[in-house]
Each structure stands twice: as structure tokens, then as C-alpha cells.
């Protein structure tokens, strides 16, 4: 979600835009961090983990309207996060059931035969349809709320890879932005030194020319001198 805007001495700061950003400082480029990619990324990543909280959702055999989280749930919540709806900060609730996790004294056979209700009633070894089941559902499509970059149609496995590549594309335009513009910032330093300060290789250039010079005025004085004793010794 976004922040509450920032002000700087009564004047609202206003954030950079797109992956090569036009914010003008670190506390510009922060807020569109903040307010943009960070808050992109969230809404995605809370879309993910309700995705999965669905694909490993359990339904009663007995009463279809009757569904519950499997694998995964939200904590504290045993029912499934409903379709289309934004639910903030779900990547940061979502765990494993305690009832299929073997850590929390569970049992991870349940993942086979079902957290939830028993789906495996002959407690066949080779039982796989749960299993399959959720490859399924994670490689069918899906709608997930509107995103920037990533788009809302697709199955989980395509949406989650998605979102890390939203963000990786991001991340390398920035990479590749601010070298530019540090070289441009070198270069531009350099040239105003040039200007403003003084450019040692020029001044050094200077001095040499005007020691030619001088020495190219003090030989022409030697010859002149020279010319005038021989002058002045022919008319003694």
C-alpha cells in the first residue's frame, strides 16, 4: 500500500517514475520505492500466496460449498482467501498447515490422502490423485488482481515467475541506468573543473610553449648581440 506523502519545508516531494526514474535524490527515488515497486511487489507476492492457499485447498466430498485450506493456510484462518479480492499483507500470514507438518507434529502423509478429509479411505500406498491434483490446479489458469507488469490471466506457476521477472527487468534498467548516469555525472564534474578550476595538463601545455618561446626570444638576442660586437669591431 502506498504511504502518506512527504513534505519538504511545506512542499510536497514528489517520487521518480519508471526503472530508469526521474527522482531527483535519495529521498525522492525512497518514495517511489515505496509507493511503487514496493507496493507492486507486495500486491503480487500476496497474490502468490493466495494462489497457492487455493491450488492446496481442500473441498468436502460431501458438501462442495464446504472448502478449507490444505497445505497451506492462512494462520489463524481455516477458510480460503476469496477470489478477486486484495488481501494485504498475505505472503507475510501464509504457513503450513500444522496438521500435515511434521515439525508441528504432524503428518505429511496427509498431503496424500488429505489434511482435511479423508480422500484415501482405502489408505492405498500408490494413491496419487491429490497429488496430481495439484499440479493441476497450479499449472491452470487463474485471474489475479491487476498488477503493473504481470499480467492478471495466467496460472500460478506463470504469474510467480512473472512477478520475479517484473521485478529482475526492473532491477537491471536501474542497474544499467544508474552506470549511465554516473559516467555522465564524471564526466560532467570534469568538464566543470575544466572551466572553473584549473586543468593541469593544460597549464603544463601553457608553461612548455612559453618556455620555447622564451627560449626561441633568447637566442635571437645572442645573434643580435653577436652581430653588433662583430659591427662594432670593424669600425674600431
Avoid at 22 to 51: K, P
Avoid at 86 to 105: F, K, M, T, W, Y
Amino acid at each position: 500500500t502506498q504511504g502518506n506523502k512527504i513534505y519538504v519545508d511545506g512542499v510536497p516531494l514528489f517520487p521518480g517514475v519508471g526503472a530508469n526514474t526521474t527522482a531527483s535524490g535519495t529521498l525522492a527515488a525512497m518514495v517511489q520505492l515505496r509507493d511503487g515497486y514496493a507496493s507492486e511487489f507486495q500486491l503480487q507476492l500476496d497474490e502468490v500466496a493466495r494462489g497457492l492457499i487455493s491450488a492446496f485447498s481442500e473441498t468436502d466430498p460431501s458438501n462442495p460449498a464446504n472448502v478449507l485450506a490444505g497445505l497451506f493456510v492462512e494462520i489463524g484462518v481455516a477458510g480460503v482467501p476469496p477470489d478477486g479480492a486484495v488481501s494485504v499483507g498475505l505472503a507475510g500470514r501464509i504457513g503450513l498447515n500444522a496438521l500435515a507438518d511434521p515439525d508441528q507434529g504432524g503428518n505429511s502423509m496427509l498431503l496424500r490422502d488429505g489434511v482435511n478429509f479423508n480422500y484415501n479411505a482405502s489408505g492405498f500406498g500408490s494413491f496419487n490423485e491429490r497429488l496430481l491434483a495439484y499440479t493441476d490446479r497450479i499449472d491452470a489458469p487463474s485471474n489475479f488482481i491487476n498488477s503493473s507488469g504481470v499480467s492478471a490471466s495466467q496460472s500460478l506457476s506463470a504469474y510467480s515467475t512473472a512477478a520475479i521477472g517484473w521485478l529482475e527487468d526492473a532491477r537491471k534498467t536501474a542497474a544499467g541506468a544508474a552506470e549511465a548516469k554516473s559516467a555522465l555525472a564524471i564526466r560532467s564534474a570534469e568538464s566543470l573543473s575544466n572551466l572553473t578550476s584549473v586543468n593541469v595538463d593544460e597549464e603544463m601545455a601553457l608553461m612548455l610553449e612559453l618556455e620555447h618561446s622564451y627560449s626561441a626570444s633568447a637566442k635571437m638576442l645572442q645573434v643580435v648581440d653577436e652581430m653588433l660586437r662583430t659591427l662594432l669591431a670593424a669600425v674600431r
